[in-house]
């Protein structure tokens, strides 16, 4: 499906080339919002949905038996890897760690992720969805970011600023050093453990990465991206998409990271974007999920200024530039997937 002559449009456009039109598909769009989602988990937990391969398949398939996405993303978590790695999770309903990072000891017991022995339930789920999604849609793999996944394990849980994160940062350099290249190795085994089991593309998510500024960006963080992108393209020629969450400050820091796509978020335009990542790649995002609650006629205007936006890029991909809100109606996104296919026309084969 990733071969020159039937990529799917979504890969085309990943890779910069030519396409009949604008791609779309939407972050969490497999989720909370769609009533038939809602349904499926009266009757089953959130952990047991995402090491379920069959129910997991259902879930991911539920948008795209809906709307005409261009891509599907796996239905999944991004802590769904850390219980092979000796990191107890629960969902309460946020991820909740019962035995923070706190100690450099700590730190070192993490172990390093083996995806076939630990996750052989997201692959099977992958090859599952695979089996039944339409052949010129894509499916997108996914992991978590070293520094998102450091922010959980130390802080404990989710948090507005990861002080205690950020501090044992600077306070356990090396230790933190040490496990961010943990974190780093295993998430890159993972994400190409999901493209040889049939994802299409595979996608990192940074949600925290805003918290950081440039320095402590390069010091920390920036070599564990570069080694982790460089084993994934090393074993796999899935396009590679990062998504630094309101990490607009970082961009000009991140030019030599080896992706193919860079999402943004909906905080920056895309042509600002585009000039503080040097150009060349393709984009992804980045419509505001606040704007699928405006009028339909608003919404329009809203999809038009990012396709505006992103003219002259060397690729666009359309997306929110974050997760779909649960209160979202459907009927809105039915509205912004064939709006952006009709004014994404492009002529192209």
């Known amino acids: 499906m990733n071969g020159s002559d039937n990529a799917t449009i979504f890969e085309r456009a990943a890779r910069g080339r030519p396409v009949p039109h604008t791609p779309i ?8 919002y769609l009533p038939e989602y809602r349904k499926l988990r009266r009757e089953v937990d959130f952990i047991t949905a995402t090491r379920t391969p069959e129910i997991a398949a259902r879930i991911t398939l539920q948008p795209m ?3 005409a996405m261009d891509a599907s993303i796996l239905f999944s978590d991004i802590m769904t890897p850390l219980d092979p790695m000796g990191v107890e999770v629960k969902f309460a309903p946020g991820p909740v760690l019962s035995h923070p990072v706190r100690t450099p000891e700590a730190a070192r017991a993490v172990r390093a992720l083996v995806p076939e022995e630990g996750v052989p339930f997201v692959l099977e789920a992958i090859r599952a969805v695979r089996a039944e999604l339409r052949p010129e849609a894509a499916l997108i793999g996914f992991a978590g970011a070293p520094f998102t996944l450091f922010c959980y394990l130390v802080e404990g849980g989710g948090s507005k600023d990861f002080m205690t994160a950020r501090s044992f940062l600077r306070r356990e350099p090396e230790a933190s050093r040490a496990l961010l290249h943990t974190l780093g190795r295993s998430m890159a085994r993972y994400l190409v453990a999901q493209a040889e089991a049939g994802a299409n593309a595979v996608m990192l998510f940074d949600s925290w990465i805003g918290l950081l500024g440039p320095d402590t960006y390069m010091r920390f963080i920036h070599p564990v991206l570069t080694r982790a992108f460089a084993a994934v393209r090393a074993a796999t020629d899935r396009p590679i998409i990062y998504f630094p969450n309101r990490g607009g400050p970082l961009l000009r820091s991140m030019r030599g990271l080896d ?7 909906w905080t920056l335009p895309l042509s600002k974007a585009d000039r503080l990542l040097g150009g060349g790649r393709a984009l992804q995002g980045n419509l505001d999920p606040a704007e699928l ?5 608003a919404l329009r205007r809203a999809a038009d200024a990012v396709l505006a936006e992103a003219e002259g890029l060397a690729g666009h991909i359309f997306s929110l530039g974050h997760g779909i809100d649960r209160r979202t109606d459907p009927d809105q996104v039915a509205r912004l997937v064939d709006h952006v296919h009709e004014r994404g026309r492009t002529g192209a084969d």
């Open 259 to 265: 992706v193919d796509v860079v999402a943004i978020d």
């Open 65 to 67: 038996e809906r709307f």
């Open 25 to 32: 598909w939407i972050m969490r769009q497999a989720g909370r």
């Open 293 to 297: 609650f405006g009028r339909p006629d």
